[in-house]
């Protein structure tokens, strides 16, 4: 039988109640609908709105439906409407009319976005951690190869040299700002709902902040509505996740490229590869490939929760419900991309004399040329057509600027005196962009030690 059934003449349609019913997924908040009813039953008792015995009848039986659900020997029940009604039945069948005072100066309306908020504060630390790891292993990385030489790209041409610590210190400064914005939604989200109602609070004496100390909140929600109606919090978190998934997914492109004969850069530990089961020869990056996938996966969940949202009238809606799907789904593909993502990272190869090859041809180093001549006293766009001449002349040729003789580089510009070749070499290239930020060794070492600092902080 409902709860809410003294109004009604009929039993729910069985349709109805599945399509009705959320407990096949809300079930994952019962812990926290669990510390949330205990924190409001001991509010309860010290605000004499109940008695202290019965208080303490009901946390009795919660901490056992805890332990119960915990060890299993508790099962969900699928024809339960949610999780909070589930909890609160059982808590009735088990403790009798004291259970029955449980929901007393409560509504599912503030439970739900109590639970939630709790569930969403839990989750932010869980992937925190999980992005802080990602970050280690990036600047670990990063540490072997502030030497391996790579060109880098613009609009996926050759553009300068670089190297490998350089790159991939890229990928740590994206999720140094993902661990920043994780922090930033918490503070949002630590603020306390409960008391909150319905949508318009209560008419008992009710403690309000002895809930949030309870609960461990740092604020309390100031507006019984919003408090009722809000899910930025859950918006929020899948826009970080998002992001997070984004930046996995562009790293997951270029490990993708990477790993092809083109290129050549990386090889793949065989555990965090896969075959094909029709050619024999074929190791795939499916890792990386699946993580490119799942971001779109995650992107649509932010876009359905835009969507619920975006015409509800104050205050709870039910459309909010579908809320936590959409949630579930990111967090736990973030979660497993990020795990997974970080061995494999972790476990491939670099090949340092590929990248050197491929950076050694393409002309990266025209840039240098056009600046060791403006160096030599001619103007940057003088000397910009001046090598871009002598480009065109190798391309001709199929040289590099470096394979040309001084006396044919001086046929372009008789500013060019023998320094030339040691001014162009990939070492000068990279080394001498030792500006913060930039990828010269000691400009990558520092930032590494900066990163290194951060993460042990
Ligand atoms: N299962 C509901 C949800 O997740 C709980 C709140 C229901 N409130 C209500 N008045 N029906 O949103």
Redesign the pocket.
């Known amino acids: 039988m409902k709860l809410w059934s003294g109004r009604f003449s009929k039993d729910t349609d069985k349709l109805t109640n599945d399509f009705n019913s959320?407990i096949s997924f809300?079930y994952r908040l019962y812990k926290f609908d669990i510390l949330g009813s205990i924190a409001h039953a001991k509010m309860l008792g010290k605000c004499n709105i109940i008695s202290s015995k019965d208080s303490e009848k009901i946390i009795a039986g919660l901490n056992e439906i805890l332990i119960g659900i915990e060890n299993e020997t508790i099962e969900f029940d699928s024809d339960a409407?949610?999780i909070?009604m589930f909890i609160e039945s059982l808590l009735i069948s088990k403790i009798g009319e004291a259970g029955k005072k449980l929901h007393t100066g409560r509504?599912?309306?503030d439970?739900?976005a109590l639970d939630t908020r709790m569930y969403v504060k839990d989750e932010i630390n869980k992937i925190n951690e999980l992005v802080v790891e990602l970050r280690k292993t990036i600047v670990t990385l990063a540490d072997q190869h502030t030497e391996s030489f790579m060109s880098g790209y613009t609009h996926l041409q050759k553009a300068q040299p670089t190297t490998l610590a350089h790159h991939l210190m890229a990928y740590y400064e994206m999720f140094k700002r993902d661990n920043n914005r994780l922090d930033d939604i918490y503070k949002r989200t630590d603020s306390m709902p409960l008391g909150s109602g319905?949508m318009a609070t209560t008419t008992y004496k009710i403690d309000r902040q002895m809930v949030c100390d309870l609960l461990e909140f740092s604020s309390l929600t100031e507006n019984s509505m919003d408090s009722v109606s809000d899910r930025d919090y859950v918006l929020e978190l899948l826009f970080a996740i998002s992001l997070i998934m984004m930046h996995l997914s562009r790293l997951s492109e270029e490990i993708i490229l990477w790993t092809t004969k083109e290129f050549s850069y990386i090889e793949l530990d065989d555990a965090f590869s896969t075959g094909s089961s029709i050619m024999p020869q074929k190791k795939n990056p499916d890792i990386a490939e699946l993580v490119r996938g799942k971001t779109g996966r995650v992107y649509g969940n932010l876009i359905t929760m835009l969507s619920i949202m975006k015409a509800l009238p104050m205050a709870?809606n039910?459309d909010?419900?579908e809320d936590?799907p959409a949630l579930f789904d990111s967090i736990d593909n973030v979660k497993i991309s990020l795990s997974v993502f970080t061995k494999m990272l972790e476990t491939s190869t670099f090949n340092k004399e590929n990248l050197l090859n491929n950076a050694l041809s393409g002309f990266t180093n025209a840039t240098d040329l056009a600046d060791y001549l403006v160096k030599k006293g001619i103007p940057f766009r003088t000397s910009h057509e001046i090598t871009g001449k002598i480009v065109a002349y190798c391309i001709l040729e199929n040289k590099t600027i470096e394979q040309l003789s001084l006396l044919k580089l001086q046929k372009f510009s008789d500013k060019i005196k023998n320094d030339v070749y040691e001014a162009i070499s990939i070492e000068t290239c990279v080394n001498n962009r030792d500006v913060v930020g930039g990828p010269a060794r000691i400009a990558v070492s520092s930032h590494i030690k900066k990163a290194k600092d951060q993460l042990n902080s």
Do not use: I, P
């Open positions: 959320s809300d409407e949610d909070h509504s599912r309306n439970q739900v319905a709870y039910k909010m419900q936590k």
